[in-house]
Every structure is written in structure tokens, then in C-alpha cells.
């Protein structure tokens, strides 16, 4: 019940936003780019905390570990990225997917980490696929949100008021 009136909420945000922030967008000599791609990241962001508090009531397809290795980022920093591909089957149609979960980065700070998140899918290993039942295609092995989102989310949206609280003085100020 919650989801769909975040949804109503967003859609009804879109609905009254974009006309206006493009209006906006014409008169303020390039400012008001910087404030619509911000929109467009929380309105991302807002997707994904959707699908994180969705996905640990999606259906479950028994999968199996096709790749999983480590890429190193930055030599400098030793900054790896895990790549963990699985596969699975929705209604005798296969789907192939590479996102292990939304709760946590795929970027790990160290080769420790790395290798602690690799060792839970190993290849040939068999787990458990939460798809999404309206898209398949859309699947996590972990559900679940980072805790980091929603603090993601807040901190964009004080960016967001800032600027446009910014730009309103400044352009009283000029004028």
C-alpha cells in the first residue's frame, strides 16, 4: 500500500514538475539543467528504494552462478569491482541477469572485501532469483535496500532546495 503512494506521489511530482521545470529550464541561462538532472537522480533514486522494498516479496526461480570474478578498479587505491552473473528460468523462458543485489555496491574498497562477496556465489553454485513477476528480466539474488539509499535520496533533495533556494536570492539580487 505504501509503494503505491510513493508512486502516485512521484507520478503526480512528474506530472506538475516537468512542465514547469522546463519553463524554468528556458529562462534561467543553463541553472536550471543542474537542477533538473538532480531531479532526474532522486526520481532514479526513488525507483530503486521502490524496488528494494518490492523485491523480498517477488516470486523465486532456482538459479545457478555462471561467472563471478573481480575486476581491479585502481591500482592506486586497490579498488576492485565484483562481477556475479546468474542465470534463470521464468516460465520456460531463460533470463540472464548480473545484479546480485540493491543493497549492496558491487565496488568494494579492498581485496578482502571483494573476495568476502565472491565466496558467497561461487560458480556452478545454486541459489535463489527474486524476479520481478511484471518483468522478469528484473531479478536480485540479495533483496532488500542499502542503507545508504534513502540517505542518498534526502541528501539530493537538500541539494535540490539549496540550489533552488540559491538561485531564487541571486536572481532577486541581480535583477
Not at 536550471?32 to 538532472?37: A, N, R, V
Not at 556452478?124 to 535520496?153: A, I
Amino acid at each position: 500500500m505504501l509503494v503505491r503512494y510513493i508512486r502516485f506521489f512521484c507520478f503526480g511530482l512528474l506530472l506538475i514538475g516537468l512542465p514547469a521545470a522546463m519553463t524554468w529550464i528556458t529562462h534561467t541561462n543553463g541553472a536550471g539543467y543542474i537542477f533538473f538532472l538532480f531531479a532526474l537522480l532522486i526520481i532514479v533514486q526513488i525507483r530503486s528504494i521502490l524496488h528494494g522494498m518490492q523485491n523480498s516479496r517477488w516470486p523465486i526461480a532456482e538459479g545457478l552462478i555462471v561467472d563471478s570474478h573481480k575486476v581491479l578498479e585502481d591500482i592506486g587505491t586497490g579498488r576492485f569491482s565484483v562481477r556475479v552473473t546468474y542465470k534463470y528460468s521464468v516460465k520456460a523462458k531463460e533470463y540472464l541477469n548480473n545484479t546480485p543485489s540493491l543493497k549492496q555496491d558491487t565496488e568494494m574498497h579492498n581485496l578482502a572485501s571483494a573476495e568476502a562477496f565472491l565466496d558467497k556465489y561461487p560458480i556452478g553454485k545454486t541459489v535463489e532469483v527474486h524476479y520481478n513477476p511484471k518483468r522478469p528480466y528484473t531479478s536480485v539474488l540479495e533483496t532488500g535496500l542499502g542503507d545508504s539509499t534513502p540517505w542518498f535520496v534526502l541528501v539530493l533533495l537538500i541539494m535540490v532546495m539549496l540550489g533552488a533556494g540559491a538561485w531564487m536570492i541571486l536572481s532577486k539580487i541581480i535583477n
